[in-house]
Antibody, heavy 127, light 107 residues
């Protein structure tokens, strides 16, 4: 069974860099896509992007392209979300989620859904 | 970008009542609409996929319907453990989007 284990909470200052991780404890890491979702304090869910760890194919939301980078290291079954220069507005909880698709029309990114979620990493950016 | 608008934003319901949450898409998305439940201080959980298809382990009181632009999540006979925020999500086209959420409170 797939289980996504996310790295621990982070407290950073504006301008600092950060890389958070999402590790798959199962054995099928390179066969499915992973999504990253942001939730700002007290707010709703926002889709940031998706990555296929095997080929590192990445698709970003226009809202997050250039703001954060999604990457993967298939040798250790881990995907990453990183920032070069954090802003206060990056404060929030970041979830990774495994994608699945059981429709006959499956063709990334169409018709996929998020069926297994990590517990989230809380990032606080404050001076 | 496809905008998903949920209604209501908030609902206060007594146990055993029926709850109906709607999600309207700004353009047709076929059946590529999924529902998630997020309880306080927890990560989201998949409830319904492809508008109406059930998920293993999810209680049968949760059901979904709709296609095109109008979708509904129904909770029959609400239980106290159903207090949560519910989100719809479309994966018809990029960028994927979520509804703003509907918070269900137990009276």
């Amino acid at each position: 069974e797939v289980q996504l284990v996310q790295s621990g909470a982070e407290v950073k200052k504006p301008g600092e860099s950060l890389k958070i991780a999402c590790k798959d404890s199962g054995n099928s890491f390179t066969t499915y896509w992973i999504a990253w979702v942001r939730q700002m304090p007290g707010k709703g869910l926002e889709w940031m992007g998706i990555i296929h760890p095997a080929g590192s194919d990445v698709r970003y939301s226009p809202s997050f392209r250039g703001q954060a980078t999604i990457s993967a290291d298939k040798s250790i079954s881990t995907t990453y979300l990183q920032w070069r220069s954090l802003r206060v507005s990056d404060t929030g909880t970041y979830y990774c989620a495994k994608l699945d698709c059981t429709s006959p029309r499956c063709l990334i990114p169409h018709y996929f859904y998020m069926d297994v979620w990590g517990k989230g990493t809380t990032v606080t950016v404050s001076s | 970008e496809i905008v998903l608008t949920q209604s209501p934003d908030f609902q206060s319901v007594t146990p055993k009542e029926k709850v109906t949450i709607t999600c309207r898409a700004s353009q047709s998305i076929g059946s590529s609409l999924h529902w998630y439940q997020q309880k306080p201080d927890q990560s989201p959980k998949l409830l319904i996929k492809y508008a109406y298809q059930s998920i293993s382990g999810v209680p049968s009181r949760f059901s979904g319907s709709g296609s095109g632009t109008d979708f509904t999540l129904t909770i029959n006979s609400l239980e106290a453990e159903d207090a949560a925020t519910y989100y719809c999500h479309q994966s018809s086209s990029l960028p994927w989007t979520f509804g703003q959420g509907t918070k269900v409170e137990i009276k």
